[in-house]
């Protein structure tokens, strides 16, 4: 539900817990998302992305969220032997701000993670992040200048 939520909330409603107490509201009516599980979503973990840098940009800034994306990319970065070979990169990104001198990726992670799998997790999720990165170059011609995890477990928002 964490996830569907940050698909469809309008991300300039979620500087306040009034606001965002009145989005989940709406996506619940809406039946966006499940309304039994309204109560359990944690505020605390939405509220603090969006006091992030990047949370506080999404909330003003111009922004896409859930692009699905699927380029041919020459396959010699992925392995010896493929040079002249094409391979497909498909994915989905949760979320990017699109600024004049670069583009910012934001994803999101509700996986347990804890301080001490932390490092693991970023390492499984670094060759996505990667991918994104390099299909948003290409199709909007502008350079990534950040792309950050968020983990709603941990309240944290991760450089990457």
Same mark, same amino acid.
């Given at each position: 539900a964490m996830h569907?939520? *940050?698909?469809?909330?309008?991300? /300039?409603? !979620? =500087?306040?817990?009034?606001g965002l107490e009145g989005e989940i509201r709406r996506l619940a009516d809406a039946r966006i998302i499940p309304a039994e599980l309204a109560p359990k979503l944690d505020r605390s973990a939405i509220l603090a992305f969006f @006091? %992030?840098?990047p949370?506080? @940009? $999404? *909330? %003003?800034? @111009?922004?896409i969220r859930e692009f699905k994306f699927s380029i &041919?990319? /020459?396959?010699? !970065?992925? =392995?010896?032997? $493929?040079?002249?070979?094409? +391979? $497909?990169?498909?994915?989905?990104? /949760?979320c990017a701000l699109v600024d004049e001198d670069g583009i %910012?990726?934001?994803?999101f992670k509700t996986d347990y993670v804890t301080d001490a799998t932390l490092n693991e997790v970023l390492a499984r999720y670094r060759p996505q992040v990667d991918t994104y990165s390099?299909? $948003?170059?290409? +199709?909007y011609e502008t350079p990534?200048?950040?792309?950050?995890?968020?983990?709603?477990? &941990?309240?944290? &928002? +991760?450089?990457?």
């Open positions: 569907t939520l *940050m698909q469809y909330v309008r991300f /300039d409603a !979620c =500087g306040s817990p009034e @006091r %992030t840098e949370g506080k @940009r $999404l *909330m %003003t800034g @111009r922004y &041919l990319e /020459d396959a010699q !970065c992925y =392995g010896e032997g $493929l040079s002249g070979e094409q +391979i $497909l990169l498909q994915g989905v990104v /949760d %910012t990726v934001v994803d390099r299909a $948003l170059e290409r +199709i990534v200048k950040g792309t950050y995890l968020y983990f709603f477990h &941990l309240k944290k &928002l +991760i450089a990457v």
